[in-house]
């Protein structure tokens, strides 16, 4: 069955610090991978997404991800991360229909 | 970039009434557009995905005569509870597809909460 788990319900790190958050998929096929930010009360923001190609993706606000295939992995990363990052991270796999994980939630500590 | 707004952003409606909530693209055609529930904390569920000019395909559990999916026109989708009761209480999100349904990327509107006394 096609599954995306996101094994940290949440994660706290400091303003500044690194930031990885997990994600691995189960799919029958070569996936389409996403990740979504969701501030409280709003929408889905797509923050990058991969198709294929280079497995190191490049995203939106110093987001990139990787792409393991060995691993079913398509983990999050941010180098430093800011205040205003705080919030909810989605991991989806698309195909005919698009699953999403469960979330993590980010909080950053001053 | 793709805008979609969704509206209203918050409805409160008595028992027993129905509340309509549009989903619009702004800048672009969507072909299809998802409809998605999400409770306090937890994950999106998909609820339906709307097809321009057809009917809409409900995932298992989904009462389709109780959430009327209308999708007339290509940059327009609309969710319509019926009946709605407190248990109907829940933040409802669209998205609009750009690609094709398959491996298309979802933009998605800023979500209406809706909260049935």
């Known amino acids: 069955a096609q599954s995306v788990t996101q094994p940290d319900i949440h994660i706290t790190v400091s303003e500044g610090a690194s930031l990885e958050l997990r994600c691995n998929y189960s799919y029958g096929a070569t996936p389409y991978l996403f990740w979504y930010v969701q501030s409280p009360g709003q929408g889905l923001q797509l923050l990058l997404k991969?198709?294929?190609?280079?497995?190191l993706v490049q995203g939106i606000k110093g987001f990139e991800a990787e792409f393991k295939r060995s691993q079913s992995s398509f983990n999050l990363r941010k180098p430093s991360v800011h205040w205003s990052d705080a919030a909810e991270y989605f991991c989806?796999?698309?195909?005919?229909?698009?699953?999403f994980g469960a979330g993590t939630r980010l909080f950053v500590k001053a | 970039g793709a805008v979609v707004s969704q509206h209203p952003s918050w409805v409160i409606c008595k028992s027993g009434t129905s509340v309509k909530i549009e989903c619009r693209s702004l800048?672009?055609?969507?072909?299809?557009m998802f409809w998605y529930r999400q409770f306090p904390k937890q994950s999106l569920m998909l609820m339906a995905t709307s097809n321009e000019g057809s009917k809409a395909t409900y995932e298992q559990g989904v009462e389709k005569d109780k959430f009327l999916i209308n999708h007339a026109s290509l940059t327009l989708s609309t969710l319509t509870v019926t009946s709605a009761h407190p248990e109907d209480s829940s933040f409802y999100i669209c998205?609009?597809?750009?690609?094709?349904?398959?491996?298309?990327?979802?933009?998605f509107g800023a979500g209406t909460r809706l909260s049935v006394l």
């Open positions: 998205s609009a597809a750009i690609g094709g349904a398959t491996e298309g990327i979802q933009y």
């Open positions: 800048d672009f055609q969507a072909t299809t």
């Open positions: 991969y198709f294929s190609g280079d497995t």
């Open positions: 989806a796999v698309g195909g005919f229909k698009t699953i």
